[in-house]
Nanobody, 121 residues
Framework: QVQLVESGGGLVQAGGSLRLSCAAS????????MGWYRQAPGKQRELVAD???????NYADSVKGRFTISRDNAKNTMYLQMNSLKPEDTAVYYC???????????????WGQGTQVTVSS
């Protein structure tokens, strides 16, 4: 009963920028941590950045200084501002959220459908 909808992916040249959005909807009591993951062909899904309900952030070393994660709790929406993009950033980016639902009143883990980010050289 919780859905995560991602948007903002696309094709961009190296050095360019993209802004990803993830909107959560459904029978939500509260959202704990949220995060962005990415998966390139032949590689494991890896954490890019995450953020707590209070706004504390964590980044993978490969994106520090280039990406910024944020959230708007009133809108149940998370963002990832990606600057100075590199070809190695090319991947499918997934939204993840730990959600306390109204129905079961327990925390469940949800994933978005993914959005493709392609960075050309």
């Amino acid at each position: 009963q919780v859905q995560l909808v991602e948007s903002g992916g696309g094709l961009v040249q190296a050095g360019g920028s993209l802004r990803l959005s993830c909107a959560a909807s459904g029978l939500i009591f509260s959202i704990n941590a949220m995060g962005w993951y990415r998966q390139a062909p032949g590689k494991q899904r890896e954490l890019v950045a995450d953020i707590t309900s209070g706004g504390m952030t964590n980044y993978a070393d490969s994106v520090k200084g280039r990406f910024t994660i944020s959230r708007d709790n009133a809108k149940n929406t998370m963002y990832l501002q990606m600057n100075s993009l590199k070809p190695e950033d090319t991947a499918v980016y997934y939204c993840n959220a730990a959600v306390l639902t109204l129905r079961q009143m327990r925390v469940n883990d949800y994933w978005g459908q993914g959005t493709q980010v392609t960075v050309s050289s």
